[in-house]
């Protein structure tokens, strides 16, 4: 079954979405290895599934333990760029036990993505979606405990969002965190717009050595301590991070490994997501059940980029839909990993 990949960025409205989410599932449930065999698992005839709410997710824990890929090809792994869900470096470990804190699994999801056009079209497209125009800003990125790591999807993608700003501005910063406050203060005096993309542990060692005057940069935190810190809840960190860096708001991505698409908030702690990126809530008592907008319950995502892995993922993530396309992310599941995808408990 060939899936037109253009129309999938062409969606409109919630039908479009729907038939086109259905021909994936389609294509996916037989062509899918592990996703073939989870819904045979399941007793599921998925020939006869005809709504979005009848489609069984796949349980997000399987990228640790399996290779997710759909098509009929040999699997080879050098057809497929990896990329790895975030770990704990040795440093950040030895944190964590300082802060009691030792429930942390060693295990790491690997996303094999076959087509990173689709990949870059996504995330480009969906920046467009919220921010327009990449060349409009300097892209300034404090992500040091994804650089370390080196097969971050989050670095792929800001990395080549700082190619496509075509700025010799834009750039990342590891520890140099002087040379990044020179830099923000600068493009505050010229008035140029900029996007600051920072993981929530550098962002608050950032304010807490340097101070700031009023400004419209956007600073936008892509969440997780990495076992750096103390975990805040969303809300304090915000406040600390306005306060200091004396901006109006914070901005925020959740994406995450396992996906291709993201969802962005651009200040008020709730997220929306682009045409092609769907939220479901499941019952946490019953994961094939869906609960009513403002009820709390289990995020499944619908990611149509994800076609050549599995687009229908079970996260460990809890949060309600505010309306169709706006979502609140509200922690995650008892004894789940700790990520880096924007998760504070």
Same mark, same amino acid.
Not at 284 to 292: E, G, K, Q, V
């Given at each position: 079954?060939?899936?037109n990949e253009n129309k999938?960025?062409?969606?409109?409205?919630?039908?479009?979405?729907?038939?086109?989410?259905?021909?994936?599932?389609?294509?996916?449930?037989?062509?899918?290895?592990?996703?073939?065999?989870?819904?045979?698992?399941?007793?599921?005839?998925?020939?006869?599934?005809?709504?979005?709410?009848?489609?069984?997710?796949?349980?997000?824990?399987?990228?640790?333990?399996?290779?997710?890929?759909?098509?009929?090809?040999?699997?080879?792994?050098?057809?497929?760029?990896?990329?790895?869900?975030?770990?704990?470096?040795?440093?950040?470990?030895?944190?964590?036990?300082?802060?009691?804190?030792?429930?942390?699994?060693?295990?790491?999801?690997?996303?094999?993505?076959?087509?990173?056009?689709?990949?870059?079209?996504?995330?480009?497209?969906?920046?467009?979606?919220?921010?327009?125009?990449?060349?409009?800003?300097?892209?300034?990125?404090?992500?040091?405990?994804?650089?370390?790591?080196?097969?971050s999807s989050l670095v792929?993608?800001?990395?080549?969002?700082?190619?496509? @700003?075509?700025? +010799? !501005?834009?750039?990342?910063?590891? =520890?140099? %965190?002087?040379? #990044?406050?020179?830099?923000? &203060?600068?493009?505050?005096?010229?008035?140029?717009?900029?996007?600051?993309?920072?993981?929530?542990?550098?962002?608050?060692?950032?304010?807490?050595?340097?101070?700031?005057?009023?400004?419209?940069?956007?600073?936008?935190?892509?969440?997780?301590?990495?076992?750096?810190?103390?975990?805040?809840?969303?809300?304090?960190?915000?406040?600390?991070?306005?306060?200091?860096?004396?901006?109006?708001?914070?901005?925020?991505?959740?994406?995450?490994?396992?996906?291709?698409?993201?969802?962005? @908030?651009?200040? +008020? !702690?709730?997220?929306?997501?682009? =045409?092609? %990126?769907?939220? #479901?809530?499941?019952?946490? &008592?019953?994961?094939?059940?869906?609960?009513?907008?403002?009820?709390?319950?289990?995020?499944?995502?619908?990611?149509?980029?994800?076609?050549?892995?599995?687009?229908?993922?079970?996260?460990?993530?809890?949060?309600?839909?505010?309306?169709?396309?706006?979502?609140?992310?509200?922690?995650?599941?008892?004894?789940?990993?700790?990520?880096?995808?924007n998760l504070l408990l």
């Amino acid at each position: 079954m060939k899936i037109n990949e253009n129309k999938i960025f062409e969606i409109n409205n919630n039908k479009d979405f729907e038939d086109i989410a259905l021909q994936i599932f389609n294509y996916q449930a037989n062509n899918n290895k592990i996703y073939n065999q989870y819904l045979k698992y399941l007793n599921i005839n998925y020939n006869e599934i005809v709504s979005l709410k009848k489609i069984p997710f796949l349980p997000i824990e399987l990228f640790k333990t399996h290779v997710i890929t759909t098509g009929n090809e040999v699997f080879k792994t050098n057809n497929y760029k990896q990329f790895k869900s975030s770990g704990t470096t040795a440093s950040a470990k030895s944190k964590l036990q300082k802060l009691n804190i030792s429930s942390i699994a060693n295990s790491r999801s690997i996303h094999y993505v076959k087509d990173l056009s689709l990949y870059e079209k996504s995330f480009c497209k969906g920046f467009e979606y919220f921010y327009g125009n990449i060349e409009d800003y300097v892209i300034l990125a404090l992500l040091p405990s994804y650089l370390e790591q080196n097969d971050s999807s989050l670095v792929y993608m800001v990395d080549k969002l700082i190619e496509l @700003s075509n700025n +010799n !501005e834009s750039g990342f910063y590891l =520890n140099n %965190l002087d040379e #990044l406050a020179e830099k923000i &203060n600068n493009l505050i005096k010229t008035k140029q717009k900029a996007i600051l993309i920072g993981v929530s542990f550098a962002l608050l060692d950032l304010v807490e050595k340097h101070q700031f005057v009023e400004n419209e940069i956007i600073v936008m935190e892509t969440g997780g301590m990495k076992g750096r810190r103390k975990e805040l809840i969303r809300t304090e960190l915000h406040k600390i991070l306005k306060n200091s860096l004396k901006v109006e708001k914070i901005h925020s991505e959740y994406g995450m490994t396992e996906l291709l698409s993201q969802a962005y @908030s651009t200040g +008020n !702690e709730v997220f929306e997501t682009p =045409n092609w %990126l769907k939220i #479901l809530i499941r019952d946490t &008592n019953d994961p094939f059940s869906y609960l009513a907008n403002g009820k709390t319950g289990g995020i499944n995502v619908i990611d149509l980029a994800n076609l050549h892995s599995c687009a229908f993922i079970e996260t460990k993530d809890l949060g309600k839909i505010v309306n169709n396309n706006k979502f609140e992310i509200l922690g995650r599941f008892d004894n789940s990993d700790i990520r880096g995808c924007n998760l504070l408990l």
